[in-house]
Structure formats: C-alpha cells, structure tokens
C-alpha cells in the first residue's frame, strides 16, 4: 500500500512537469513572440493561430496532445498492478492521475511562471486515452457547436461538462467518472473569461482576431 502511495505521487508530479512544457510558450519562443502579450493573453492552440498563423498552431496541437498521451501511458506503466489490499475499483488511475497532473502543469506551468493555457488539447488527449469512444462523441460533440456558433471556447465548455455525464450514462467506474469530473471542473474553471465574454457577446469567433487583451 505504501508503494502504491509513492507511485501515485511520482505520476503526478511527473504529469505535472510534463504538462508544464506549454507548448504554445515554446513555439512562440521561435517566433521571438510571447503569445500571452497578444489576443486573448491564453498561451493555448487558439490564441497561437490568431497570433502566429496556422503551422505555429499545428505545432501546439501535436505538443499538446502529445504530452497528454505520454504522461498518460508513463502513469499506468508506474503504477502497474493494483495491490490486492485495496478492494476499490481503481483501474487506469495511474494513468488518469498522471493526465489531470498534466492538464494542470498545462494550466499552471511552473516553468512559465504558473501562467499557461486552457488545456483543452491535452485534456482531449486523456480522454481519448480514458475511453476513446466516448473521447470521439465529445469530439462530435465540439465540432457541431464551433461549426454552428464559430466559438471555440463554448464548444469547449460543452463538450467538457458532457464528458462526466456520457461517463455516468456509459456505466463506466466510479474512479473513471469523479477523474473526468476534475477535467471538466479544469476545463470551464479555466474559461471563467470566456464565459463572461460569451455572455456579454464580445467573445471572438473562430477566425476572428481579438484586438484586446482578456
């Protein structure tokens, strides 16, 4: 049991770290730009295609999906094997645990000053890892509402908050549905911005440049 702890740490402050390559920061580090000075000031997929242009955004997605799969694996490879003593259903946690870790490094990235992006991508990446059917209809999901209202952010929001009820509706396991609640609560905690400019109509639609900060 007590390994077990230890293990459990380690994923997530090694999801954590992984998360904190903000790769937005990164690649706007090769454009000599900090996109969080520019757009909307999200260091996200986003805000690095207003700011930046399209492959400069490619580059994100592939990042940020990327280090989501990765701490995602490394979790489930740590952890390994529950041990007998615990009776609770607890399977995929070393990969759930090092995920939320990773969203939240993306969000807080302790190499950036704790000033990150939304974690969207890399929150789509453990939910394809989690349960990549469901992962596909969020996916859907999302597309309908950007293609019908052109906002990225509401999409998004939506698309999160469906991710614990299609768990409970699904049947999936107590540990897997409370884990895709902390994503969603992530997800629209870090939109709590957007929200207040959707609501006010004065968020920025989908190929639309943003002229001031917030």
Known sequence: MGLFVIKLVAVV???????SLNTSLIVGKFYGTDVRKHGSGNAGMTN?????????????IAGDILKGVISYLLGNIIIGSIPESITLDLAGIGGMAAGIAAIAG??????????????????????LMM???????????FAVIVAITRYVSLGSIIASVAFPIGAAIKGNSTIFIAFSAVLAVLAVARHKANIGRLLSGSEAKLGQKKKTNG
């Open 106 to 127: 993306h969000n807080w990235p302790v190499y950036f000053g704790f000033k990150g992006g939304k974690g969207i991508l890399t929150s789509f990446a453990v939910v």
């Open 13 to 19: 402050v090694i999801g954590y770290l992984l998360g």
């Open 131 to 141: 349960d990549w059917k469901l992962g596909l209809i969020l996916l859907g999901i």
């Open 48 to 60: 690095t295609l207003r700011t930046l242009g399209k492959a400069a955004a490619v580059m994100v």
